[in-house]
Nanobody
């Protein structure tokens, strides 16, 4: 199983980025996908998740209203649209896959390598 996160970069506060998570080696449509992030010196935290069919989504309170998660099962890809970015959103963003939709990192079986998002003030 391979999950490849991409789309990170440097953006000014208030700007936008779209992250992608491309999956292979699994029946993608059967898996929920979560996005987690880890800022320097901090623990990994949940950002957003989407159910296998895309009908259910779940957001952390600190990204709700600014981030939107979506998926295209035909392309085996999940997206995280991030708007109104803040310096505190700076982190390495990871995507993860599991059968169940959950905000808990420990429940996810497969993980990608991460993509760095840096938001300057």
């Amino acid at each position: 199983v391979l999950l490849q996160a991409s789309g990170g970069g440097l953006v000014q506060a208030g700007g936008s980025l779209r992250l992608s998570c491309a999956a292979s080696g699994l029946t993608f449509k059967n898996y929920a996908i979560g996005w987690f992030r880890q800022a320097p010196g901090k623990q990994r935290e949940f950002a957003a998740a989407i159910s296998w069919g895309g009908s259910s989504t779940y957001y952390a309170d600190n990204v709700k209203g600014r981030f939107t998660i979506s998926r295209d099962n035909a392309k085996n890809t999940v997206y995280l649209q991030m708007n109104s970015l803040r310096p505190e959103d700076t982190a390495v963003y990871y995507c993860a896959a599991d059968k169940d939709l959950s905000p808990v990192a420990a429940t996810y079986h497969y993980w990608g390598q991460g993509t760095l998002v840096t938001v300057s003030s």
